[in-house]
């Protein structure tokens, strides 16, 4: 704009709008792509099945294997600690590997880079991602704690609810760990490859093997960053206290902390032009 004397710059009002709703959430364009993303999990036939009844198979699978182990009258059920474990397991195992590849297959098919051409933001596909991949793992836990806690009669001190609450938030750590890792893979294979790097070192430090006190001392560190370690520690509060414990309440809180953090970071990661 020019006036006597000079000139005054003038940005377009709608250009202030845009910058502001940059890193607002679009409902529309949100609901349309979790739409999408269910539909397009649903027609996956072997997906569905991995998430929903692979890990019931294998629970009674457990069931059988330790209902005829003799015991102590007063000893805990072996089942009842097997059985906290997956639970806490499957859905951070299971949602990691159908995280890595879809997201890549989105990646190699060419549809993730031209959503991201579209005006569709990265805020709204990492929340239609995280809020598709956690309804499936809401269904697994679902299907998973029916078949342990009334089929199988797995006792927990605490409530039932927390343990599917605690399932839920690994899972969601799980599609954020898939997406972080899903960027750095050229191939759905090299996505399945991240997993001894990136799960099975939480799984064998998370105590789950020997507890976490005996290990070495640079082992407990390395133990201590990671969120798998913290997630075992409250499944296993919840079942040995009938009260949730201050102790459970920081696990949870870590563990959320991590799923968050994953989301940013893959967030940061999606690139609009494919390798």
Do not use: K
Not at 53 to 67: D, Q, W
Not at 138 to 165: E, I, M, R, Y
Not at 228 to 244: F, K, M, Q, T
């Amino acid at each position: 704009m020019h006036i006597t004397g000079g000139s005054v710059s003038v940005r377009h009002p709608a250009q202030h709008r845009d910058r502001s709703r940059r890193n607002q959430l679009s409902p529309r364009a949100y609901l349309a792509t979790t739409g999408r993303i269910l539909r397009q999990l649903a027609a996956d036939h072997r997906s569905v099945a991995m998430i929903l009844i692979v890990p019931s198979l294998v629970i009674t699978l457990l069931y059988f294997l330790f209902v005829d182990v003799p015991r102590p009258p007063d000893a805990p059920s072996p089942f009842d600690n097997a059985c906290l474990i997956m639970l806490g397991v499957f859905p951070l195992v299971v949602m990691f590997l159908i995280t890595s590849i879809t997201m890549q297959r989105e990646r190699m098919s060419g549809t993730l880079e031209r959503i991201l051409t579209t005006p569709l933001r990265r805020v709204d596909l990492l929340a239609a991602y995280g809020t598709a991949f956690s309804i499936a793992a809401a269904a697994q836990a679902t299907l998973a704690c029916l078949v342990s806690f009334w089929l199988l009669d797995l006792q927990t001190a605490g409530s039932p609810l927390w343990v599917f609450a605690i399932s839920i938030v690994n899972a969601v750590l799980g599609v954020g760990l898939g997406l972080l890792c899903s960027a750095f893979a050229r191939t759905e294979f090299q996505a399945v490859q991240f997993m001894p790097v990136v799960i099975v070192p939480q799984l064998l430090l998370c105590g789950i093997i020997v507890p976490r006190a005996l290990l070495p001392d640079w082992l407990q560190w390395i133990s201590n960053v990671m969120p798998a370690s913290y997630a075992l520690e409250a499944l296993r509060e919840v079942g040995a206290h009938p009260e949730l414990t201050a102790t459970a309440v920081r696990d949870i809180a870590i563990v959320v902390a991590f799923a968050v953090a994953a989301l940013c970071l893959a967030a940061a990661t999606l690139r609009r032009r494919t390798p």
